[in-house]
Structures are given as C-alpha cells and as structure tokens.
C-alpha cells in the first residue's frame, strides 16, 4: 500500500467554484503534511503546510487535516483558470529528522472560464 | 526557486555513458534530496544528504549514486545510464529536516536513447 494515495482526476471545476482535493495516508505516524502545486513543465511548489488537526486558511487556500481518519485535503475557494495544475500531497513521518516526504501521484485539476 | 539551480536543464546521452547532474543552492540549507518524476509514479527520492559527505539512500537509490563536497553542491551521477533512468530530475532544499518544508530546483529533463 502506498503511503499517500491521491485520485489523480482529473478534476475539473467552472471558474468561481470550490475545488476540493483529498489525499489519503497509511501510517498513522504521518506527522506533517505539505501541498504542491506544480504547473506542466514547472517544479513543484509549496502552497501549504499543516500539523494539528482543522483547517488552516491562507487566502484563497484551505488546508484540512483529520489524523484520526487519515486524511488531508486541499479546497481552493473562487478557482481560477490559472489555478489549473497538477497537486501534490506530500508527508513526513514522526521522528524523521532527515526531512524526507513521502508524495502522492498527484491530482491533476483543471479550471475552466 | 529558492535559489537553487541545476544543470544541465536539459540533457540527451546514450546507454552505458555516465551522466551526473549537478544542483547548487545559494540559501546554506543542510539538508539536499535528489527525486525523479515519471508519469504515473510521481515524485520518488533517490537519495538525501543530511550534510557535508553525510548521504542516505531513497526508495530508487539502484543505479545510482550522489556526492556532497560542499553545502552548496549535491551531485548524483547515473554510472552507467539506461533508458529506464530517462526522466525529470528535481533536486530539493530543506532548512531543517524537521519541520521545514522543501523547495524544489527547476528539474533536469533527461532522456537516455
């Protein structure tokens, strides 16, 4: 079983709408859990990071973290066509002091005008 | 991209030629990973070095080795490249290996014919 499962879509929403993406873990000794995006041809980039457990906001962007049903997902409020890329949920393990993340397939969306 | 670059960016060899591919970063972080994206797999860790000569092997370490001499530089050499190792190379960046978060270089596109 791999430790992050993804629906790699796609997803596609009409601009202005609610884009959720979820995220699936197996080892409930998963301890952070991070959000890339990452456009065709570009290199992932970091949207979010979030530990506890609830919603954390950033603009347009909400983290969602449920530890005891593994689960983490992304919403992406007012979605924009530029909003259209490919995301990444990513993980650490508790007691990795090496950093290393564990990445799903990646799920991607697509907004269209 | 955080001040990290890789080189080449793009790069076309035969099967059986070594190859290294070479990631430099300007922000002094301790912790450097080298993955591979392919489609349908995503992201995979080679391997991660945790300091100067300090290195670890990832899920896909066969076939390949890496060399950290400096904290800037963190190199992975394919020592004899077969058309399976044809892909995009992403090299990573980590503050600490706790609780930061990684960026990611530009990516090397290789193809191996």
């Known amino acids: 079983q791999k430790e992050v499962e993804q629906n790699s879509g796609p997803l596609s929403v009409p601009e202005g709408a609610i884009a959720s993406l979820n995220c699936t873990y197996s080892d409930r000794g998963s301890q952070s859990f991070f959000w890339y995006r990452q456009y065709s041809g570009k290199s992932p980039e970091l949207i979010m990071f979030?530990?506890?457990?609830g919603d954390k906001e950033d603009g347009r962007f909400t983290a969602q973290l449920n530890k005891a049903s593994q689960y983490v997902s992304l919403l992406i409020r007012d979605s924009q066509p530029s909003d259209s890329a490919t995301y990444l949920c990513?993980?650490?393990?508790?007691?990795?002091?090496?950093?290393?993340?564990?990445f799903g397939r990646g799920t991607q969306l697509t907004v269209w005008p | 991209d955080a001040g990290i670059t890789q080189s080449p960016r793009h790069k076309v060899t035969e099967t059986g030629t070594p190859v290294t591919l070479r990631c430099h970063q300007t922000?002094?972080?301790?912790?450097m990973y080298w993955y591979r994206q392919d489609p349908g797999h995503g992201l995979r860790l080679i391997h991660y070095?945790?300091?100067?000569?300090?290195?670890d092997k990832g899920e896909v370490s066969d076939g390949y080795s890496v060399s950290r001499s400096k904290t800037e530089d963190f190199l992975l050499t394919l020592e004899s490249a077969t058309s399976s190792q044809t892909s995009v190379y992403f090299c990573?960046?980590?503050?600490?290996?706790?609780?930061?978060?990684?960026?990611f270089g530009p990516g090397t596109r290789l193809t191996v014919l």
């Open positions: 990513a993980l650490r393990k508790r007691g990795s002091t090496l950093g290393r993340l564990y």
């Open positions: 990573a960046i980590s503050e600490s290996g706790r609780d930061n978060e990684q960026f």
């Open positions: 922000e002094n972080h301790r912790y």
């Open positions: 070095s945790y300091g100067v000569k300090d290195t």
């Open positions: 979030i530990y506890s457990n």
